[in-house]
């Protein structure tokens, strides 16, 4: 059994096992209605812990429809229905849920509660995102990629905006997956220096996107942040927005990606939205199919 915690922890073979994997069992479910069960049920008998201390659309549809995919159930925890970290020690909860269940995803706040959690657990723990990092966004992100334009090895990866936990584990990945990462970005938002050496810093974010065959961004501000958060990351990052005329300045063919939810014509137009680089529908699709690769390889199935 394996725990998935960070892209940077798990084995570059491994990593490229789990993108054959999620193709290969995408390709194998093309045409079926979407609760039809796979032609293997690698998840049998299992039971699946999902645990949101944090709000999810993405994570906890692709989760919870990628189990039952594959002949699993699921027990769907908030924050609310448990007492993890309040009543109960984090320690505490991972051993009791390791007699329930057979695998633990849980999508929370700080990188402490997944460590502790899977210190303590004996069954897979999966990380469903921290406020540090979120590397299941960017296995979908690299099998999109790799779907549309083939291997991501050697190519560049331009990233416009905050430096926050989904760049980090974009990050996380060009050294893994062996590509090239170019942050454009205000230097109050700068990520954070653990990640140094592991990508190039060029302000002016028009100067960043030549060359490049794939541009990303995120949503500028959390749900989490105060009106007056807001209002100055909008000034901050108001001259990085992903434009048409950002993407003019990349290669011809370059792809567009968004982890969504988005902010439409705040980080992105919705002209590069819905434009002819923009494959965000098909990464977030790939959440499916990237988690159900992770979870085997978790599970060794």
Same mark, same amino acid.
């Given at each position: 059994?394996?725990?998935?915690?960070?892209?940077?922890?798990?084995?570059?073979?491994?990593?490229?096992?789990?993108?054959?994997?999620?193709?290969?069992?995408?390709?194998?479910?093309?045409?079926?209605?979407?609760?039809?069960?796979?032609?293997?049920?690698?998840?049998?008998?299992?039971?699946?812990?999902?645990?949101?201390?944090?709000?999810?659309?993405?994570?906890?549809?692709?989760?919870?429809?990628?189990?039952?995919?594959?002949?699993?159930?699921?027990?769907?925890?908030?924050?609310?229905?448990?007492?993890?970290?309040?009543?109960?020690?984090?320690?505490?909860?991972?051993?009791?849920?390791?007699?329930?269940?057979?695998?633990?995803?849980?999508?929370? $706040?700080?990188?402490?509660?997944?460590?502790?959690?899977?210190?303590?657990?004996?069954?897979?723990?999966?990380?469903g995102l921290t406020n540090r990092t979120h590397p299941c966004q960017i296995m979908?992100?690299?099998?999109? $990629?790799?779907?549309?334009?083939?291997?991501?090895?050697?190519?560049?990866?331009?990233?416009?905006?905050?430096?926050?936990?989904?760049?980090?584990?974009?990050?996380?990945?060009?050294?893994?997956?062996?590509?090239?990462?170019? $942050?454009?970005?205000?230097?109050?938002?700068?990520?954070?220096?653990?990640?140094?050496?592991?990508?190039?810093?060029?302000?002016?974010?028009?100067?960043?996107?030549?060359?490049?065959?794939?541009?990303?961004?995120?949503?500028?501000?959390?749900?989490?942040?105060?009106?007056?958060?807001?209002?100055?990351?909008?000034?901050?990052?108001?001259?990085?927005?992903?434009?048409?005329?950002?993407?003019?300045?990349?290669?011809?063919?370059?792809?567009?990606?968004?982890?969504?939810?988005?902010?439409?014509?705040?980080?992105?137009?919705?002209?590069?939205?819905?434009?002819?680089?923009?494959?965000? $529908?098909?990464?977030?699709?790939?959440?499916?199919?990237?988690?159900?690769?992770?979870?085997?390889?978790?599970?060794?199935?």
């Amino acid at each position: 059994m394996n725990d998935f915690l960070d892209i940077h922890e798990t084995d570059p073979a491994a990593l490229r096992q789990i993108i054959d994997s999620a193709i290969a069992m995408k390709s194998a479910r093309q045409g079926r209605p979407k609760g039809a069960p796979d032609d293997e049920q690698p998840l049998k008998n299992h039971m699946v812990a999902l645990i949101f201390e944090k709000p999810s659309t993405r994570t906890r549809v692709s989760f919870d429809v990628g189990v039952r995919q594959m002949g699993g159930q699921t027990m769907v925890l908030s924050g609310a229905d448990m007492q993890l970290g309040h009543g109960e020690t984090i320690a505490d909860t991972a051993r009791v849920l390791s007699r329930y269940v057979d695998m633990i995803m849980i999508r929370t $706040f700080e990188e402490a509660t997944l460590l502790e959690m899977a210190e303590h657990a004996t069954v897979p723990v999966i990380n469903g995102l921290t406020n540090r990092t979120h590397p299941c966004q960017i296995m979908a992100d690299i099998q999109t $990629f790799e779907e549309h334009r083939g291997p991501i090895k050697g190519r560049k990866v331009v990233w416009s905006g905050d430096g926050n936990n989904v760049f980090a584990s974009f990050a996380h990945a060009a050294k893994q997956f062996d590509f090239d990462l170019t $942050f454009t970005g205000p230097q109050p938002l700068d990520p954070e220096p653990a990640l140094d050496g592991l990508y190039t810093i060029e302000r002016d974010p028009l100067k960043a996107v030549e060359g490049a065959d794939l541009v990303v961004t995120d949503t500028w501000v959390s749900m989490h942040d105060p009106q007056s958060a807001r209002e100055r990351r909008h000034n901050q990052l108001r001259g990085y927005q992903v434009n048409d005329a950002l993407m003019g300045r990349a290669k011809p063919d370059a792809l567009f990606m968004h982890c969504l939810p988005a902010h439409r014509d705040d980080e992105a137009t919705s002209s590069v939205m819905d434009g002819p680089h923009s494959v965000i $529908f098909d990464e977030a699709e790939n959440r499916l199919h990237a988690q159900k690769a992770v979870m085997r390889w978790c599970l060794g199935t």
